[in-house]
């Protein structure tokens, strides 16, 4: 039966708030701005980021010597348009960016504040000393040439190209088939390469200005990209991926592996330069960075590859030689990466020797001098390095304090660029400190996640549990703030949950990043067999053995994948989980990949179909709260709708909050607040005083 008061009373939650030492609320515990899209001037030194304030995006600045942040835009409402795209100018004088649209799945406009006028994605470009931003034009992916006097961009999946003069009127500047996409200037400013994707392959093309002429680089059946040029723009390097697909979970090895290759811009002839190895590795695995290769001093093609099951560094000679490794050889990962202003080092962030965290280092392209940058016990990533290679700035974290940019000048001690702009009132002192735990799942694969314990909590006493499965699945939650948005509010969520008197076990399942190929290649996951409730089970029985957990009180809550593996669990494990709440789950593989374009055959997508919460149905009596946004362009909503077809039809009890115009990833503080009340609501009424 379908429960028709969605918000229930909060006496029960109330009652154990009331036991915490330290009181914050969940609008307190979100209220920290979040920081993203950290890019360095190519000349003065200074830096620029996003900073997103409770649902208000606007660019920031720090200029040499003394870095202190300053807001450069002036938009103050929660109306879910994102900002992304910085690009500076070659002065280092201003920065381009864009407002409002799709960034991850490039449909039409997300509208999410249901706003009656409607919404635009527009290029803007805002003087970095100060004043106020001016709309240049509507795209995005805009390529600031380096003359800086005009920028290249996308409008429709074509090239168009405008001058940075005010008034200026924007013409499309390439006729060509295909869907334009990465778009990188030559560093003399007279060609402009791009990758032209044609459905089933996709090429490498070359736009000459002043020939007036494209061409296409070594093409082939293949899917080329990532293309990056030379320092003297006469040749580009990029990634070549054959054109045989790699089956739905049979990616740890692939023939033919993926390739780099380097091609003339003139002529258009090419050469593969290098070819993976046949099985780990073999399929290409991207890391965190503006291209995939880099070409640094010394013509060294820098790039990411897993040959030894963990994803790791090279560098090659683009004379040709044997890969060097950049990093040392062991059992971690890197991820987030950028290449210095001189081109002869790497900085990256990776977890090694600390798994559930991230650390900065630093590597020649030739593999000399790694050094470690960061080694305190917060997180860090995405470092660049200022233009005159004196400092770096990064974005950072802890347990308590939430994610802020920040700058390492010399050896000097990182310091934060806008300490400021975290709200007075934010509860860092009342936080807890998650403990890094190893579980067992119920097939013996050993799993790390965060135990985040109530305050105070008297280990002799029972409390009721949370488990929280995140999204991706190539996510891995860390042992602290976030670096993603969706999961810094994930964590926040933790948080205020464990305020609340609950136990909360953060999972880090099979099928995410951070612990290798394998891991993250599970046999059997998702459509293939859902290997993924032996670890929800596991979970659920770690908590079942603690003497401080009631047993009769577990409960499951999570997002996208997270919600797949929350409703798995409630559909096959009633008896163990008592109640959840699914954001915006996959609840149907064979439907949610056929949605994808990928194709099954008949015993694929019965296999699907069995790993999917809707073949257990029969089985599912716990109570469930369904979240989901009617615009989701990651997960279907229809999804949820077969869903609540199912659950009505079993009269299992279910509440569900909709979100009209919402997408995927809530574009607004005002949703994300809404639905985690909700969701501390339901909690509270089945577990707190069920």
């Excluded at 009652?15 to 609320?25: D, E, K, V």
């Excluded at 811009?265 to 291209?291: K, Q, Y």
């Excluded at 999204?471 to 976030?482: A, T, V």
């Excluded at 229809?638 to 509440?655: D, I, M, N, S, Y």
Aim: net charge negative; hydrophobic share 40%.
């Amino acid at each position: 039966m379908r429960v028709r008061n969605l918000f229930a009373p909060l006496f029960a939650c109330s009652l154990a708030f009331s036991a915490s030492p330290t009181r914050f609320s969940l609008e307190q515990v979100m209220s920290a701005p979040f920081p993203s899209e950290l890019t360095a001037a190519p000349q003065g030194g200074a830096v620029a980021w996003v900073l997103n304030q409770q649902g208000a995006r606007n660019v920031w600045v720090a200029d040499a010597p003394t870095y202190s942040g300053r807001q450069r835009t002036n938009y103050h409402d929660d109306d879910g348009q994102e900002i992304a795209e910085l690009t500076w100018t070659p002065d280092g004088r201003s920065i381009v960016f864009v407002r409002g649209g799709d960034f991850e799945t490039h449909r039409d406009n997300p509208n999410p504040a249901s706003l009656p006028q409607g919404v635009e994605q527009a290029i803007w470009i805002v003087p970095a000393a100060g004043g106020a931003p001016r709309k240049i034009t509507d795209g995005s992916d805009p390529a600031v040439s380096p003359t800086g006097d005009r920028i290249a961009f996308l409008r429709k999946d074509e090239i168009w190209s405008v001058a940075l003069d005010a008034n200026a009127q924007p013409a499309q500047l390439i006729h060509a088939k295909g869907q334009a996409s990465q778009l990188r200037w030559s560093p003399d400013g007279s060609k402009l390469a791009f990758v032209s994707t044609r459905g089933d392959h996709s090429f490498i093309a070359v736009y000459n200005a002043g020939a007036q002429s494209v061409s296409y680089l070594d093409p082939s059946v293949d899917r080329d990209s990532q293309p990056v040029w030379s320092p003297d723009s006469k040749q580009l390097a990029f990634i070549r991926v054959p054109a045989s697909s790699v089956a739905v979970g049979a990616r740890r090895n692939a023939s033919p592996p993926w390739s780099i290759r380097i091609a003339d811009a003139d002529s258009g002839n090419g050469r593969e330069l290098w070819h993976a190895s046949g099985g780990p590795g073999s399929v290409f695995h991207a890391m965190t960075a503006e291209s995939q290769l880099f070409w640094g001093a010394g013509d060294r093609i820098v790039f990411p590859w897993e040959s030894t099951g963990w994803l790791h560094l090279y560098s090659i000679s683009t004379h040709g030689d044997v890969p060097t490794p950049l990093n040392a050889p062991g059992d971690f990962e890197i991820e987030h990466a950028s290449l210095s202003a001189d081109r002869r080092t790497v900085l990256f962030s990776s977890n090694q020797n600390d798994a559930d965290r991230r650390h900065l280092w630093r590597v020649s392209v030739s593999g000399e001098n790694p050094a470690q940058l960061t080694t305190d016990a917060g997180i860090e990533w995405s470092p660049v390095e200022i233009s005159d290679g004196s400092a770096v700035a990064m974005l950072r974290s802890g347990t308590r304090s939430p994610a802020r940019a920040s700058i390492k000048i010399g050896s000097g001690d990182i310091r934060d660029l806008a300490p400021n702009s975290v709200p007075s009132d934010f509860p860092a002192s009342a936080l807890v400190e998650p403990q890094p735990v190893i579980l067992s799942s119920a097939d013996g694969l050993r799993l790390h996640g965060q135990l985040f314990l109530p305050p105070g909590a008297n280990p002799s006493q029972q409390h009721p549990a949370i488990i929280f499965f995140h999204g991706g699945s190539r996510r891995q939650m860390l042992l602290g703030w976030h670096y993603m948005d969706y999961y810094n509010n994930s964590y926040a969520m933790n948080q205020y949950l464990a305020s609340l008197g609950y136990i909360v076990l953060s999972v880090n399942y099979r099928s995410g990043i951070g612990y290798g190929l394998d891991f993250r290649e599970a046999l059997n996951y998702g459509a293939t067999g859902a290997s993924e409730f032996n670890d929800v089970l596991g979970a659920g029985l770690y908590l079942h053995n603690r003497p401080d957990v009631d047993p009769k009180r577990i409960g499951l809550w999570g997002g996208s994948y997270g919600g797949y593996l929350t409703a798995l669990g409630l559909a096959r494990a009633s008896d163990l989980f008592a109640a959840g709440v699914d954001f915006h789950g996959v609840h149907d593989w064979s439907a949610e990949l056929a949605s994808d374009g990928i194709t099954l055959d008949a015993a694929a997508a019965r296999l699907a179909l069995e790993s999917s919460p809707l073949a257990s149905v029969s089985t599912w009596r716990s109570p469930v709260l369904l979240i989901h946004g009617d615009d989701d362009r990651n997960v279907p909503f229809h999804q949820t709708v077969a869903l609540v077809g199912a659950l009505r039809k079993q009269g299992v009890e279910f509440q569900e909050l909709i979100f009209p115009d919402e997408i995927h990833g809530f574009l607004t503080q005002k949703r994300w607040l809404q639905a985690y009340h909700a969701a501390a609501d339901f909690l509270g009424k089945h577990l707190q005083n069920p």
